[in-house]
Each structure stands twice: as C-alpha cells, then as structure tokens.
C-alpha cells in the first residue's frame, strides 16, 4: 500500500479493497461461487476463462502440474466441483480426472 502511496499523485484520493490477501484458492472460489449464484451466471462458464497456470502451453491450457495448477485443482476437489478449464500435459489435452488424479497422489505425498 505504500508504494501505491508513493507511486500515484492523489493516492489519498483512491481506496482499494484487497479481500484475497488473507484467503486461499478454495477461500476465492467460494467467494466466485456465492457471486455467481447472485449475478446468476454459470460458474463453469466463467472459470474455464481463467487460467492460473505459471506454465501455461502454448495452446493456452493450464498444465496441472505447477504449483499454481496444484493448488487450484486442490480447491476444486474441496469445493467439490470439476475445473471447467482444458488441462494439458507433453502428450496434449487431458480429461479432468487426469488432473485431478496426479493432484490427490501429490496431496496424499506431501502429507506422509
């Protein structure tokens, strides 16, 4: 915030709010969720618009992989939901299952 200060003229003059600083991935897509229910808008059509991937392909899917990907297939099994967004891998697209299965092993890892 206080770069912004420094950086901007009139900063005073602005206000942001920041509410995904304190929260996860699982914590954001709630959040989507609730939104979506209340703007009435498919959630599915616009989270396959959203790409998290720190190594997308050149394709534009998301790898699932990275520990960006990880961390938002992990909020999707815990939401409870399928990721509406193409995965990929070196062999090309793959099915969310796919995904979704080398997540819960890496999970099921990193808790032993």
């Known amino acids: 915030m206080e770069a912004f200060k ?10 942001f709010y920041t509410p995904y600083l304190d929260i996860d991935k699982f914590g954001i897509l709630e959040d989507g969720l609730k ?5 009435n ?3 599915d059509e616009v989270y396959k ?4 991937s720190y190594k997308p ?3 534009g ?3 699932y992989k990275s520990a960006s990907s990880v961390e938002r297939i992990e909020a999707f099994i815990k939401l409870g939901r399928k990721d509406p967004v193409q995965y990929e891998d070196e062999t090309g697209p793959v099915e969310w299952e ?4 080398h997540v819960e092993k890496v999970l ?5």
């Open 49 to 52: 618009r959203t790409n998290t």
């Open 61 to 63: 899917n998301s790898d």
């Open 108 to 112: 099921a890892e990193h808790i032993k």
């Open 98 to 101: 796919v995904a979704k299965s």
């Open 57 to 59: 392909y050149p394709s």
């Open 6 to 15: 420094i950086g901007n003229w009139d900063a005073e003059r602005v206000k």
């Open 35 to 39: 939104a979506c229910e209340t703007l």
């Open 41 to 43: 808008i498919d959630f």
